[in-house]
């Protein structure tokens, strides 16, 4: 039997699922793990915490993976506890966006969490590999964490120290990880609950502070091939119509703003034509070269709605953040020109910011 991995992007579901966005995190780094290791691993993937519960206390794993993010680091603990408490040589690690980019409060985030072994930064799916080849070499954590990790930082279980390993250059090819999709690791979460998470780039060429894609090392954006984008999207498309969910989300960063998204949105029109998915999409569209973005999304009509989002207009708060807007002319411009097509549009800001 190989290595028993569970990995969990969790939420909440005592008043209703709180996120209700497919596990695509996790899925991402089963499918690359999967094509590394093979059946050197086996490796199941979790959404509520009553499956992983039950999971765990049935088949107690040798690692143990959650997302961190601040709606739900705390539901991840109690778990990252529960594999402690039923299995002491197990491995916990974290990664996701919750997590502080400076060491002093990287070492007091880890510090706080001592049932917590590994946190990765920046992407995940190589340095999960990197985990999950110390594992399958010591079998314990504490043996795992003897030298530093690439791309993760602990404490040390044998001195106490803040240990971090050297950082993982990006992936280019961002083909070489398997879709979770086509793969079908994610083909449970068909529930009619949840609603797909897809992701056709990686990268920001923004600075904007408060964002966590706003650090140097996402400033390149990488894109998934022309020929994944569409073989993944058709999939869920006939999945998703199948199980009856009618919303999808893309993950990407500054949609319309490539010349390659308008291919995208003529796939997402044909399998709307085709399969009647998806009826309306989340997708967070660039903050400039606005009419570029109305042009390359207009085939999606009112099933998308833009964002014209500010943050904020306060001169002083949007130079601590390091965020341009839009003239405020060309803002209007832009949004007028929307409402003649009668195509639906948002704003955003965020409050508080530096300086208000």
């Known amino acids: 039997m190989g290595l028993r991995i569970y990995l969990a992007d969790l939420t909440h579901t005592g008043a209703g699922i709180a996120t209700e966005a497919f596990p695509l995190n996790v899925g991402l780094m089963a499918s690359y793990a999967h094509k590394r290791f093979g059946r ?28 961190n993010y601040t709606w739900n680091a705390n539901l991840a603990y109690n778990f990252t506890l529960l594999a402690k408490s039923l299995n002491i040589n197990a491995l916990t690690v974290w990664g996701g966006t919750n997590y502080p980019f400076e060491s002093s409060p990287q070492e007091e985030f880890l510090r706080k969490r001592p049932a917590l072994d590994v946190h990765v930064f920046y992407e995940g799916e190589q340095a999960f590999g990197e985990v999950v080849e110390r ?27 803040f240990v971090s390993g050297p950082s993982l250059p990006r992936i280019q090819d961002l083909d070489s990880i398997p879709s979770p999709y086509v793969t079908g690791w994610l083909d449970k979460f068909f529930d009619g609950v949840l609603t797909p998470l897809l992701e056709t780039a990686r990268g920001c060429p923004f600075a904007c502070n408060f964002c966590n894609a706003g650090d140097d090392y996402y400033t390149r954006v990488n894109k998934f091939s022309d020929d994944y984008v569409r073989e993944e999207l058709t999939y869920v498309a006939r999945k998703a119509s199948r199980a009856g969910v009618g919303h999808a989300t893309l993950a990407d960063n500054n949609f319309g703003m490539i010349p390659r998204d308008a291919k995208t949105v003529r796939v997402i029109h044909d399998l709307q034509t085709q399969y009647h998915w ?26 998308l709605s833009i964002s014209m989002s500010v943050q904020s207009l306060d001169n002083e708060v949007l130079k601590n953040i390091k965020r341009d807007n839009i003239r405020l002319e060309d803002f209007r411009a832009i949004a007028d020109e929307l409402s003649n097509q009668e195509r639906p549009q948002h704003s955003e800001v965020i409050m508080p910011l530096p300086g208000e």
């Open 278 to 303: 998806p009826a309306s999409l989340t997708v967070w569209t660039g903050k400039n070269s606005r009419q570029r973005v109305i042009e390359a999304t207009r085939l999606l009509g009112s099933s």
């Open 135 to 161: 594992m399958l070499a010591t079998g314990t954590a504490r043996n795992a964490l003897t030298e530093p990790i690439p791309g993760c930082q602990f404490i040390s279980p044998s001195d106490g120290s």
């Open 40 to 67: 050197e691993i086996e490796i199941s993937l979790f959404k509520y915490p009553q499956d992983l519960l039950e999971a765990m206390r049935a088949h107690p794993p040798d690692i143990l993976g959650c997302s």
